[in-house]
């Protein structure tokens, strides 16, 4: 089974601290991606990765950036955390292109 | 742009009552369909994948189905256990993203 694991299931910061969530994979699978997930708007792309130190933009990356130092390892990072990040993010990958990605548990970031 | 429209939002059945969630999408030349469910507080968990018109597939009491131009997904006899928000979701035309769908939130009542 392909198992998504996200560093940690809930985390409270406080605006303006640099926040680092992690996600790890251990199916060798070449694509990584960070969501966020929020009522009424649903899942949004924020970056996505389709090999080591590569990453492009998704739809709403503003205000994060992205580490894939290993294929196995894809961080999201909140520059400056602001009260507008507060939202779930799940981590996900898939083994190559159009074919089916696997989440993480997801966290639950509040940023206070 | 590519768009995914799942439908009805949300959907309130009684235990054994059988009924059909719709996933339609507007992207030329299907890549794939994929379907997941979803529980409160957690990450989506993937069920089905779909690549051609007629194609189905079942898991217990679920069963997806795939036309030219939308999915079907057909809980039978659901059970409590089933309510859960269902994801359709189609890989977009350019690089590796998905589009989602709404989601479907299906709530089944004892």
């Known amino acids: 089974d392909v198992k998504v694991t996200q560093s940690s299931r809930y985390l409270v910061k406080r605006t303006g601290e640099k926040v680092f969530l992690e996600c790890v994979q251990d199916?060798?699978?070449?694509?990584m991606f960070w969501y966020r997930q929020d009522p009424g708007l649903g899942l949004r792309l924020i970056y996505f990765s389709y090999d080591v130190k590569m990453k492009e933009k998704g739809d709403i990356p503003e205000g994060y950036s992205v580490s894939r130092e290993k294929k196995e390892r894809f961080s999201l990072i909140l520059e400056s955390a602001s009260t507008n990040q507060t939202s779930m993010y799940l981590c996900?990958?898939?083994?190559?292109?159009?074919?089916?990605?696997?989440f993480g548990q997801g966290t639950r970031l509040t940023v206070v | 742009e590519d768009q995914v429209t799942q439908s009805p939002e949300a959907l309130r059945l009684q235990e054994g009552e059988s009924s059909s969630l719709n996933c339609s999408y507007t992207?030329?030349?299907?890549?794939?369909l994929f379907w997941y469910r979803q529980d409160p507080g957690k990450g989506p968990e993937f069920l089905f994948t779909?690549?051609?018109a007629g194609e189905e597939k079942e898991k217990e009491r679920l069963k997806a189905t795939l036309t030219k131009k939308e999915s079907f997904l057909h809980i039978t006899a659901p059970k409590p256990e089933d309510s859960a928000t269902y994801l359709c979701?189609?890989?977009?035309?350019?690089?590796?993203?998905?589009?989602f769908g709404g989601g479907t939130r299906v709530l089944v009542k004892p």
């Open positions: 996900a990958s898939s083994l190559v292109p159009n074919t089916e990605a696997f």
């Open positions: 992207v030329s030349g299907l890549r794939g």
């Open positions: 779909l690549y051609s």
């Open positions: 979701a189609e890989p977009q035309a350019a690089g590796n993203k998905l589009t």
């Open positions: 199916m060798d699978h070449e694509n």
